[in-house]
């Protein structure tokens, strides 16, 4: 009779520390980019989604997006962000990268993303960008991309135009100074130069591309989501929690804002945690047009439902 209990009572002992090991929560270093499409990691940071769902996330701010993939790799961070066209470059580069869930949306109706050019600089058309100096956040990044196609569809040929590399902040005081004659800037920085008198909106050329693309996400490894899958699972519903948060139009947002951001826009895009193989296509689509990729890649296999 003993033995029989102490059996039960090792058997018990056994069950619950293989309970309590599994209830240890995940340690998962999240990094994001200086930009409100993130918002809803923001908030389910604050409020607690991760910690519910089992994640002992730390939030990194990330000083260039393009970090982001070595990070993973390198395995000193196990989730963060990226814009579609930078995804598609690492994957068309052999990186074993998935995409496990959407950020932000740029719709027409609610641009953030835009041309803006000096107030010396007259526009008409897209043709009237030949011979000027455009400066873009990062050659080949999602606004670039934009760039060149809504450049194409006019029928003008993007290799006249100079595209150069500048960070955001920079930005208003380049086009004061006359460094660039337009730049295609995000919020708040797309406020701050038109606020300024630094420059002017001639064109929402993002949304005449496209009036509904999907923008930014948030990836991981392959290897490192089929060995979490739990986790990846959480991280979707902690960012489905965040969106909900955000949808009920909570007071203290601005303030979460801030905190991450240091400042707060004066718009934000369309939060949605969704991404699909059809939100991949219209960059594939583009990409060959713009033969930024040299295989033939297929959405599916790195887009995980």
Do not use: C
């Amino acid at each position: 009779m003993m033995k029989a209990i102490a059996l039960a009572a090792a058997t018990l002992g056994a069950a619950w520390g293989v309970g309590a090991a599994q209830a240890e929560p995940a340690k998962v270093n999240i990094g994001y980019a200086t930009a409100s499409d993130y918002m809803a990691v923001y908030v389910a940071k604050e409020k607690g989604f991760f910690d519910k769902h089992n994640i002992d996330a730390t939030v990194t701010r990330v000083p260039i997006i393009t970090n982001v993939p070595p990070a993973l790799v390198s395995g000193s961070m196990q989730i963060g962000v990226t814009t579609m066209p930078s995804l598609l470059q690492a994957v068309d580069g052999g990186l074993d990268l998935v995409l496990i869930a959407g950020a932000a949306r740029h719709i027409k109706e609610r641009p953030t993303i835009s041309l803006t050019l000096r107030k010396d600089v007259k526009f008409e058309k897209p043709a009237d960008l030949l011979g000027k100096k455009i400066a873009v956040s990062g050659l080949n990044n999602v606004m670039d991309v934009f760039l060149r196609k809504w450049m194409l569809n006019a029928g003008v040929n993007p290799k006249g135009v100079t595209i150069i590399e500048a960070q955001l902040p920079q930005m208003p005081d380049m086009l004061r100074n006359g460094t660039i004659d337009g730049a295609t800037p995000v919020e708040p920085f797309r406020t701050a130069i038109v606020a300024s008198g630094a420059g002017y909106i001639a064109a929402e050329f993002f949304a005449e591309v496209n009036p509904d693309v999907l923008v930014s996400g948030w990836i991981t490894t392959g290897e490192w989501a089929k060995k979490n899958p739990a986790v990846v699972a959480g991280f979707r519903e902690a960012v489905k929690e965040g969106l909900d948060y955000i949808n009920t139009n909570a007071a203290d947002l601005k303030d979460i804002e801030k905190k991450y951001l240091g400042f707060n826009a004066p718009g934000w895009p369309r939060f949605s945690n969704a991404s699909t193989t059809d939100d991949m296509k219209v960059y594939i689509d583009i990409g060959k047009e713009l033969s930024l990729y040299r295989s033939n890649i297929d959405a599916s296999k790195f887009v995980i439902k």
